[in-house]
């Protein structure tokens, strides 16, 4: 079974810059995280779906971070303007109905400078 | 609101003994799910273990083990024989059903030495 996948893996831009990140969800997974996760800290929920509905964004910068999962399977994350502090590794994680397990990607490592 | 605390930020270990970390949450609610993730340099993170809290009998998977103790709200993770190979962060979340929201804590960095 193919996992969760990400990409990019890395990422350097410089702040005020925008910045997408592309996920992936496991096959027949309904619902889909993102997380941020800042050096030395756990993961932070940004935003979750349920197929292509938002269940929860409650955390999401909505100034400046923007998701959308067209169709109920992938995923984007966007941000817009960049700021130094939204350095972090960005996570996808799935699961089948949210009860379960949720499984993660490799996440994409944001640099901004 | 629920919250997730890991008192321990790191943690070592000699290969072949047994550590444990320490994990204690807060919540209002009676049913409820808690697990142990690992994320190596690799950064993807992985179940270790998962508890319902309705269960009282504590979650056992192969060389990890949880001591949960609803009352008190304690959900520690045994990790016996430890290996090389369990070096890595290893993260205590929550779960409330039916809301599908992980909340993390913030880690223990364990590190196993041979």
Same mark, same amino acid.
């Given at each position: 079974e193919a996992g969760v996948a990400q990409s990019p893996r890395y990422k350097i831009i410089e702040k005020r810059q925008s910045v997408a990140f592309w996920c992936n969800p496991i096959s027949g997974h309904a619902t889909l995280y993102w997380y941020q996760q800042i050096l030395g800290q756990g993961p932070k929920l940004l935003i979750q779906f349920q197929n292509n509905g938002v269940v929860d964004d409650s955390q999401l910068p909505k100034d400046r971070f923007s998701a959308e999962r067209l169709k109920g399977v992938d995923s984007t994350l966007k941000i817009q303007p960049a700021k130094l502090e939204d350095s972090a590794v960005y996570l996808c994680a799935s699961s089948l109905d949210g009860n379960t397990e949720a499984f993660f990607g490799q996440g994409t490592r944001l640099t901004v400078v | 609101a629920q919250t997730v605390t890991q008192s321990q930020p790191e943690m070592s270990v000699q290969e072949a003994e047994t550590v444990t970390l320490s994990c204690t949450y807060d919540t209002s609610e009676n049913n409820y799910y808690l697990f142990w993730y690992k994320q190596p340099p690799s950064r993807q993170m992985i179940l270790v273990i998962r508890q319902e809290a309705y269960k009282q009998q504590n979650a056992t998977e192969n060389r990890f083990s949880v001591n949960f103790q609803k009352a008190a709200k304690s959900f520690s993770l045994k990790i016996s =024989?430890?290996?090389?190979? =369990?070096t890595a962060m290893y993260f205590c979340a929550f779960m409330k059903p039916n809301t599908d929201k992980l909340i993390f804590g913030t880690g223990t960095r364990l590190q196993v030495f041979p």
């Amino acid at each position: 079974e193919a996992g969760v996948a990400q990409s990019p893996r890395y990422k350097i831009i410089e702040k005020r810059q925008s910045v997408a990140f592309w996920c992936n969800p496991i096959s027949g997974h309904a619902t889909l995280y993102w997380y941020q996760q800042i050096l030395g800290q756990g993961p932070k929920l940004l935003i979750q779906f349920q197929n292509n509905g938002v269940v929860d964004d409650s955390q999401l910068p909505k100034d400046r971070f923007s998701a959308e999962r067209l169709k109920g399977v992938d995923s984007t994350l966007k941000i817009q303007p960049a700021k130094l502090e939204d350095s972090a590794v960005y996570l996808c994680a799935s699961s089948l109905d949210g009860n379960t397990e949720a499984f993660f990607g490799q996440g994409t490592r944001l640099t901004v400078v | 609101a629920q919250t997730v605390t890991q008192s321990q930020p790191e943690m070592s270990v000699q290969e072949a003994e047994t550590v444990t970390l320490s994990c204690t949450y807060d919540t209002s609610e009676n049913n409820y799910y808690l697990f142990w993730y690992k994320q190596p340099p690799s950064r993807q993170m992985i179940l270790v273990i998962r508890q319902e809290a309705y269960k009282q009998q504590n979650a056992t998977e192969n060389r990890f083990s949880v001591n949960f103790q609803k009352a008190a709200k304690s959900f520690s993770l045994k990790i016996s =024989d430890s290996q090389l190979g =369990d070096t890595a962060m290893y993260f205590c979340a929550f779960m409330k059903p039916n809301t599908d929201k992980l909340i993390f804590g913030t880690g223990t960095r364990l590190q196993v030495f041979p």
